[in-house]
């Protein structure tokens, strides 16, 4: 009697999995939707991209990394821990391009970089903002972007421009 309740249930489920699973069930209208695209028009998205932008720095996945590149040839933190393979990389100056400490920053300076750019193409066709701060926008995602080039050049040399 059970296998038969547990062919029936499993037939049941396959037969419900086979209604539901059509395109029109999957297919998505979102009504509203928060983009790059549609966020340059009142000064408030403007600032909303801007601080988004500036995030980016903000991180303990950014700081921390940055502080261990700038000591590790100074051998006053690196080696403060034993057996941290990171670090021992680090100390030894073998870095690798696994090393979350290299990594991290790399990938958020180029996040950066990316925001800074969409800034700089959309916020000059903000409709509701006024010229002023359009410049104002535009120059702060030109530092933004000239400080993470900036950085990455001074820790890696040449990079990906």
């Given at each position: 009697?059970k296998?038969?309740?547990?062919?029936?249930?499993?037939?049941?489920?396959?037969?419900?999995?086979?209604?539901?699973?059509?395109?029109?069930?999957?297919?998505?209208?979102?009504?509203?939707?928060?983009?790059?695209?549609?966020?340059?028009?009142?000064?408030?998205e403007?600032?909303m991209?801007?601080l988004?932008?500036?995030?980016?720095?903000?991180?303990n996945?950014?700081?921390?990394?940055?502080?261990?590149?700038?000591e590790?040839?100074t051998?006053?933190?690196?080696?403060?821990?034993?057996?941290?393979?990171?670090?021992?990389?680090m100390?030894?100056?073998?870095?690798?391009?696994?090393?979350?400490?290299?990594?991290?920053?790399?990938?958020?300076?180029?996040?950066?970089?990316?925001?800074s750019?969409?800034?700089?193409e959309k916020?000059p066709?903000?409709?509701?903002?006024?010229?002023?701060?359009k410049?104002?926008?535009?120059?702060?995602?030109?530092?933004?972007?000239?400080?993470?080039?900036?950085?990455?050049?001074?820790?890696?040399?040449?990079?990906?421009?």
């Open positions: 009697m296998t038969y309740i547990n062919k029936f249930t499993a037939g049941l489920f396959a037969i419900l999995l086979l209604l539901s699973s059509c395109d029109s069930f999957l297919s998505e209208d979102p009504k509203d939707f928060l983009s790059p695209e549609n966020l340059q028009n009142t000064d408030a403007c600032n991209l801007l988004g932008a500036i995030s980016y720095w903000k991180t996945d950014f700081e921390r990394p940055l502080d261990f590149i700038a590790a040839t051998n006053s933190v690196v080696n403060a821990t034993k057996n941290n393979i990171m670090r021992d990389d100390a030894s100056l073998t870095w690798k391009d696994d090393n979350e400490s290299i990594y991290k920053p790399w990938s958020l300076f180029y996040k950066c970089i990316n925001a750019n969409i800034m700089i916020v066709s903000a409709p509701k903002v006024s010229d002023e701060r410049a104002y926008y535009v120059a702060a995602a030109r530092y933004m972007r000239a400080m993470s080039y900036f950085y990455l050049v001074r820790i890696f040399n040449d990079v990906i421009y």
